[in-house]
């Protein structure tokens, strides 16, 4: 069997020989299954750091910059401390930035975090033959902060720890892989070996012929009240849910999620497809329900599973409303409301628990005390003090004989009363006699540091780098952050400064030479330095082996003190009746869930999951296992990108796998996200397999986007290149800028932040374009931003996204947008409004579905869906429309962002509360924010003339220089620009709709009641603009265009005309596909002419 934790061997050198994952077939047996998936997860945990480690050992001395990947070096590593903590023995370092190169954010920096592998290795020896294997156990920032920065380790063996603050050691880590994470999975499996496998005849086997769990053929009858409604001729109090189940029964359901209801309450493995906003949380619940309202009073607790900490949370926040005994068990919860409460640590503080007997946490608490006391004994050589060795100790460990200690303090005593008036000194430690001038102070190890780096840029916001530590602490009532139990410090004191030019091994042989003399006075000054510095050495040899063996035995009281806190876990979860946790948690916590013998576990996100942890979850007790996701969206996420698709397909899911397989499974096909001509732009994925709920269709639910005329979805295509940052991830900044300006554009128009998302696939994209946001004057007080990567928004919706694409190059790379999952996630995600900007050319010539989707957005295809006459939505100018005037303004690049106010070129003109005109341009705010500066008219109450001052300022008589009350009473005072992050007083007329925007529970679909209008915002009434926008609007056929070259691809079924300005209009076309890129260059330019 193999170890869970990587040792030297395993993290530096071996490779393993690993078999594919299988997305088709049987396996050949129980054994094979779990050996290919405990293999293949270990190595895409560990390669990582091994292939980081052999990159340092090539390139000893090279800076972080020079090296490739995401490889962190820090140097001048010593160990300062130790820390007895209720987890395990720790050791402190302290360590040296300047390898990095730049200054580190903590608090937003996926360096060194906690559970993270890192490997050690003596700085004389850089990984040629010793690597110490750590896992970082705490990030405190208050020490991290400090200068050397600070961190607590646990070493995976403790016959490899390290002790001695003397020695140098260089650390490395690899920022993308993780380790902790994937253990508790790998230990699972090695238990697996030896257990019962339930449902291995479907996931080894791959049989597909699927029966009831034996719970329900036991007692097939349930009430379904709880989601069905009785009437007069029928009634759901014991409905047969595996022979009878009603042909149409009245529900709030919609035919499809019936079905996906029926098959998880009838089938022991059931298998549901959700397609984005089709309901997939909202079924499992109702699901869950209906359980809970047919549970036994004996029966264990269901367990839920997600694949992230957002995903159980907003399950359990649904599941709240009708049943409060559940518990959320490990992990960092954003809810303070709901979630907070029902932790494992919350609820059992709640509970008064009764002494359990043969409990094992008092014993190993009190041993483990005991041991901290022998263990700090033991180090107390090492602890910061001013004097030298003890010379007894050296005596007792069998350095010294004791003859040598004899002479040695009776010397310094006699010495000392003869030369000075306080022997007291030298009757601690005689080496201070002894030794004399050859005696130097240790120096602190590492001084502070300021190499004047610039800082790093930040990886994650806090709280997301705070839910990636505690997902991966094994603990449900501690402080991640921080070790709870004592640190004691480590230092050396003194030394004998070694001389120029002599090796340790030299001053071996003089200190053992000269310790043949019994009588240490007799030894010659000149070798004293070399025995002190050789006794030094050799007692801390036997200090760390001994200490070895008491960290051995800690580690193991700790070990048992964590089993005597699940005993105590298991009485409060025993309670419940239902436990949720993600999939990493059900893995850490599979002895303690293995206790409470669950027969239901159900897996949300199951598609995004890697197979392992599933697979782990399938505990002895299981007799029902619920599978929801959508194989479509996000497959699961691998350290190492060889790991994924051919040859290995380690990132097939189960419930991939489970689909390949053709086993039975239920599809939910009506969405109720996404209006109909974002929904259409999915086509390419699905097909006809979603249709639309009648909810999207609504105006008043999803309203037209504020200053966009009708425009709800958009492609902005250009020809900007793409660049790279630090951490060679793609950007754009032309398209940034473009984006923070449409942002700025809809700001004003009175859309909040909060429903605005901007998307992106590459990370560098995504910190430049927040960046922005944050440094726009516009948007200071505009509230937080959501500027995501599709990677991290998978579950996630919003009014408003805007899609950033990044990529463009002249070599046709379109990295992540060529792989099918992240696309279906980034072009599924809004409600109202669509916005995608990116070289469209590009991802025309260069993938088969945004192909599609671009000539769906030019207005092509699904013909019976679309209207007659569909202006296209793709162009390289995004026109906006004015709500004051209708009037269209041509946006084609970021600086004519500049030339409106959130409205159009032309003057507002409208009247100001004091009765002037507007002078400014044109605005969508009201006017009650706007200063007037025309003269003021009123004649002053003093008798002095008419005041002098501008409208918008306070009357002020400059002869008696008397500001005037009544007349400053007689008109407004400017009112604040802004409140509450909105431009003040937004035209309600103009953005009613938009502000009245219901965010719908998914849990309480309404029908709709009308259908919207699918065509642009009717000009005002008597607008000057009205003829010009009805020509603009129309469509003139064209016939065949033939070019130099042959015939294009495809035929114009519009036309491009100019609006009196010059300015082109996108119309719409209709292009032919051909596998050829040259021609497919064609037919996208086709598009656009």
């Not at 190595?43 to 390139?59: F, H, I, M, T």
């Not at 053929?217 to 009437?231: C, G, H």
């Not at 190499?451 to 449900?476: H, V």
């Not at 341009?921 to 006017?927: D, E, K, R």
Request: proline residues 6%.
């Amino acid at each position: 069997m193999l170890d869970e934790e990587p040792g030297n061997s395993s993290s530096t050198s071996d490779i393993i020989e690993m078999v594919p994952n299988k997305r088709h077939g049987a396996w050949e047996s129980k054994e094979a299954y779990l050996s290919a998936h405990y293999e293949l997860l270990r190595e895409d945990a560990v390669k990582p750091l091994r292939d980081a480690v052999g990159v340092v050992r090539a390139n000893p001395s090279a800076d972080e910059n020079a090296l490739p990947g995401a490889i962190g070096i820090y140097e001048k590593v010593h160990v300062c401390a130790f820390t007895a903590s209720t987890r395990g023995l720790a050791i402190r370092i302290t360590f040296s930035l300047k390898r990095t190169g730049k200054k580190i954010l903590w608090e937003q920096s996926k360096r060194l975090i906690s559970g993270s592998l890192v490997v050690l290795t003596p700085s004389q020896d850089m990984f040629r033959s010793k690597a110490i294997v750590a896992t970082v156990a705490a990030r405190p920032l208050d020490v991290l902060h400090s200068n050397p920065p600070e961190i607590d380790l646990f070493i995976a063996r403790a016959e490899e720890m390290e002790l001695d603050p003397a020695t140098e050691f260089v650390m490395v880590e690899e920022r993308t892989g993780f380790y902790e994470a994937d253990r508790h999975t790998l230990l699972a499996l090695q238990k697996m070996k030896g257990e019962p496998f339930p449902l291995s005849e479907h996931l080894v086997q791959a049989e597909t012929h699927i029966s009831p769990p034996v719970y329900i053929q036991e007692t097939p009858k349930y009430d379904l009240t709880s989601v069905l409604r009785n009437n007069k001729n029928e009634t759901y109090e014991a409905v047969d849910i595996v022979n009878a189940w009603p042909s149409q029964p009245p529900s709030d359901l919609d035919a499809s999620q019936l079905a996906a209801l029926r098959r998880i309450l009838a089938k022991r493995l059931a298998v549901i497809q959700g397609p984005p906003g089709t309901g997939k949380t909202h079924v499992s619940v109702e699901a869950i329900k209906v359980m809970l309202a047919n549970r036994k009073a004996n029966d264990p607790p269901i367990i839920i599973a997600c694949q992230t900490n957002h995903a159980i949370d907003q399950i359990l926040r649904h599941i709240a409303p009708f049943e409060a005994d559940f518990v959320r068990l490990g992990g960092r919860s954003k809810d303070q409301d709901i979630i907070k409460k029902r932790t494992l640590y919350a609820v059992k503080q709640e509970m008064e628990l009764p002494p359990l007997a043969g409990c094992l946490k008092p014993n190993a608490r009190k041993k483990m005390k005991d041991l901290e006391k022998e263990m700090a004994l033991i180090m107390t050589p090492l602890k910061p003090s001013k004097e030298p060795l003890n010379f007894r100790m050296l005596e007792s460990f069998g350095l010294l004989t004791k003859k040598q200690a004899d002479t040695l303090f009776e010397g310094a005593s006699k010495w000392v009363q003869a030369e000075l008036s306080n022997p007291n000194s030298a009757l601690v430690s005689p080496f201070n006699v002894w030794m004399g001038r050859n005696m130097s102070p240790v120096p602190v190890k590492q001084q502070p540091e300021d190499f004047g780096f610039e800082y790093e840029e930040a990886d994650l916001a806090f709280e997301q780098l705070k839910e990636i530590e505690a997902e991966n602490q094994t603990k449900d009532d501690e402080d991640f952050e921080t070790l709870r139990g004592e640190t004691y410090p480590l230092a050396d004191s003194f030394t004998y400064k070694k001389p120029p030019g002599m090796t340790e091994a030299r001053i071996h042989e003089i200190a053992i030479a000269a310790l043949k003399q019994q009588d240490m006075w007799m030894i010659p000054e000149a070798h004293r330095g070399a025995v002190y510095r050789y006794l030094q050495s050799e007692m801390k040899k036997k200090i760390v082996a001994s200490f070895r063996e008491k960290a051995r035995e800690y580690n193991k009281q700790a070990a048992d003190r964590r089993i005597g806190l699940w005993e105590e876990h298991e009485v409060v979860l025993k309670k419940q009746k239902i436990i949720g946790m993600t999939t990493t948690g059900a893995s850490k916590y599979r002895g303690l869930l293995s206790a409470l013998q669950p027969k239901v576990v159900l897996i949300e996100e199951a598609a995004e999951t890697l197979e392992a942890p599933v697979t782990a979850a399938c505990l002895p007790s299981l007799q029902h296992l619920i599978l929801v996701g959508d194989h479509k969206q996000l497959r699961p996420h691998c350290h190492v990108k060889d790991h994924e698709d051919k040859p290995y397909y380690l990132n097939v899911s189960l419930f991939e796998r489970l689909v390949n397989n053709r086993l039975e499974y239920d599809t939910l096909s009506k969405q109720r996200r996404m209006i109909p001509e974002i929904r259409r732009i999915l086509h390419p994925i699905y097909g006809k397999l979603i249709t639309d709920h009648d909810s999207v269709r609504d105006p008043a639910k999803r309203p037209n986007v504020p200053g966009m005329g009708g425009l709800n979805s958009f492609f902005f295509t250009h020809q900007w290149m793409e660049q790279r940052d630090d951490n060679m991830s793609a950007y754009n900044q032309m398209e940034a800028e473009m984006i923070v300006g449409f942002v700025e554009y809809l700001h004003y128009n009175g859309v909040s932040s909060e429903d605005i998302t901007v998307l992106t696939f590459y990370n560098g994209q995504r910190k430049r374009i927040l960046s922005m946001l944050r440094q726009s004057a516009t948007l200071q007080n505009a509230g937080r931003f959501n500027v995501v990567t599709v990677d991290s928004y998978q579950g996630e919706e919003n009014r408003i996204v805007i899609l950033s694409l990044v990529r463009s190059n002249e070599k046709s790379q379109i990295g992540f947008l060529d792989v099918a999952n992240r696309v279906c996630v980034a072009l599924s995600r809004a409600q109202c409004g669509f916005y995608l900007f990116g070289n469209g050319e590009l991802l025309y010539t260069q993938n088969k579905i945004w192909m599609k989707a671009i000539e769906i957005m030019a207005g092509k295809h699904l013909e019976k869906e679309a209207p007659d006459f569909e202006s296209s939505r793709l162009g390289e100018e995004l026109r906006v429309r004015c709500s004051n005037h209708n009037e269209i303004t041509r946006i084609r690049s970021p600086d004519d962002w500049q030339k409106i106010v959130g409205g159009c070129h032309l003057k507002c003109k409208a009247g100001l509360p004091c009765g002037h005109p507007c002078q400014l341009t044109c605005h969508p705010f009201a006017h009650d924010a706007i200063r007037c500066e025309q003269p003021c008219p009123k004649a002053l109450p003093c008798g002095h003339g008419q005041c002098g001052n501008k409208c918008g300022e306070l009357c002020e008589c400059k002869k008696c220089k008397d500001s005037t009350e009544q007349a400053s009473k007689t008109r407004p005072r400017p009112s604040p620009a802004y409140e509450s992050g909105n431009p003040a007083g937004v035209s309600r007329a103009n953005t009613k709709s938009w502000q009245n925007f219901s965010n719908e529970e998914p849990m309480k679909y309404k029908k709709a009641t009308g259908l919207p209008n699918n065509v642009h915002e009717a000009p005002q009434k008597g607008s000057q603009v009205e003829s010009k926008k009805v020509k603009n609007d129309s469509l003139i056929d064209l016939e065949d265009d033939n070019t130099d070259g042959g015939a294009l691809v495809g035929k114009l079924a519009g036309m491009k005309m100019e609006d009196g300005t010059g300015n082109k209009m996108l119309l719409q076309t209709d292009v032919v596909q051909s596998s050829d890129k040259k021609s497919e260059s064609k037919a996208m330019e086709s598009l656009l002419d």
